[in-house]
């Protein structure tokens, strides 16, 4: 039904410009427009199951580390002082302070959504017998399985990460006077690997960058995060090269230009009853772009005029900046008004629609992983995929 409804949209826009411009009808501009409306406002080609990103998002090793350690960490901290019963009727009111050290990922065996996360313990045991206080040092090993999930709230998804399974713990920590530790402080630390509630890793799409369908994996020691987009136009996005430090997200410029285009006739007649249109979109390495807009005016005998905009992609403060430098007019219909294309593209936000469309993607951005801060760094262009990558700061 709903290919139907689109089917009949575009043929009816068809329809009317045939019969405009044979009769010579003023309204043969508004039923141009209305045409192009109803197609970048439609509804994309269903997805198969097998499909291709047209959103690549990926982690380091290093950062995907620092994801796995913030997940242990928060297993292994102490909420409250636990009592270790001893002999005699003595007890101990312990408080353990424990560090992840040594970290390796390796392959899950029996879980293709984890990785086997390797780790020896270090830390302190604080302790209180009959009011004689003290310390311990603790020392330990573990092995879990830690896996990622999304959540979805409309066309908006959560990443999390959680321990799946604990494999193998050891705790060696000598007692505290008479009172054997090691015992209960391993059961704590297991329950409490166990009952470790999911760290959230941050959003992905919602807003200029929705999203129909995603998924998450790990590769090797690195995370990787793909989606589809729900808009007409989007083109899948080859995958880039492996990403030796912070984060990185790719989209295709066709795919960019789609958002772009989405967003504009979303809004409709700007001032003076004049739309937006984005047609066309070059970007080059270096961040250099191009871009080929449409002016329309919607009311009396409508007018059209065409231009081409160019400006910079830059990284301004940590976060990507899209800013135009001048336009040329390229062609107009005839009785064709005065506009200004550059007031119209920051009055309708069409050019902060592509940064909105990375920063939708950036991982970690309202998450809580150990203290990170993702800040954009550099935009790269291979072909048509557009990169944007950035570090994660402390």
Not at 178 to 188: I, N, P
Not at 293 to 311: I, K, M, N, Q
Request: hydrophobic share 45%; glycine share 12%; proline share 5%.
């Amino acid at each position: 039904m709903q290919s139907a409804a689109r089917l009949w949209a575009k043929t009816l826009g068809t329809s009317l410009i045939l019969l405009a411009g044979a009769t010579g009808c003023p309204s043969t501009v508004l039923a141009e427009y209305q045409a192009s409306k109803a197609e970048v406002l439609g509804a994309p080609a269903e997805l198969g199951s097998n499909w291709k990103p047209e959103v690549r998002v990926r982690l380091s090793p290093d950062l995907a580390e620092a994801v796995v350690e913030s997940v242990l960490e928060e297993g292994l901290s102490t909420k409250r002082a636990i009592t270790v019963s001893g002999p005699l009727g003595m007890s101990a009111r312990v408080e353990p302070s424990v560090d992840v050290e040594e970290l390796s990922l390796g392959a899950a065996k029996s879980c293709e959504r984890c990785v086997n996360a390797r780790a020896s313990l270090d830390g302190k045991v604080g302790y209180d017998v009959a009011g004689y206080r003290g310390s311990v040092p603790l020392h330990g090993r573990l092995a879990v399985d830690v896996a990622l999930g999304l959540a979805r709230s409309g066309d908006e998804w959560s990443a999390s990460a959680t321990i799946e399974d604990v494999q193998s713990l050891e705790i060696d920590v000598p007692h505290a006077g008479k009172v054997a530790l090691a015992g209960e402080l391993e059961q704590w630390a297991r329950r409490g690997l166990r009952e470790a509630p999911a760290i959230p890793l941050g959003s992905f799409g919602g807003g200029g960058l929705p999203i129909r369908a995603a998924r998450v994996a790990w590769n090797g020691d690195a995370v990787e995060l793909e989606g589809a987009t729900d808009v007409v136009g989007a083109t899948p996005v080859s995958p880039g090269g492996a990403v030796p430090a912070g984060w990185a997200v790719s989209l295709d410029t066709q795919t960019l230009l789609a958002l772009a285009r989405r967003a504009a006739f979303e809004q409709g007649a700007l001032s003076h009853d004049v739309a937006v249109d984005p047609r066309g979109l070059q970007i080059q390495d270096g961040g250099t772009f191009t871009l080929d807009l449409r002016l329309w005016r919607l009311t009396g005998a409508g007018w059209w005029r065409d231009y081409t905009v160019r400006g910079t992609l830059a990284i301004d403060g940590g976060k990507l900046v899209v800013r135009s430098t001048d336009v040329t007019e390229t062609g107009k219909s005839r009785g064709a008004g005065l506009a200004d294309p550059l007031a119209l593209l920051v009055e309708g936000r069409i050019l902060e629609s592509i940064a909105d469309a990375f920063d939708r993607a950036v991982p970690l951005r309202a998450g809580r992983v150990a203290g990170i801060t993702p800040r954009a760094a550099a935009i790269s262009v291979d072909g048509s995929r557009v990169t944007l990558e950035g570090t994660a700061e402390r």
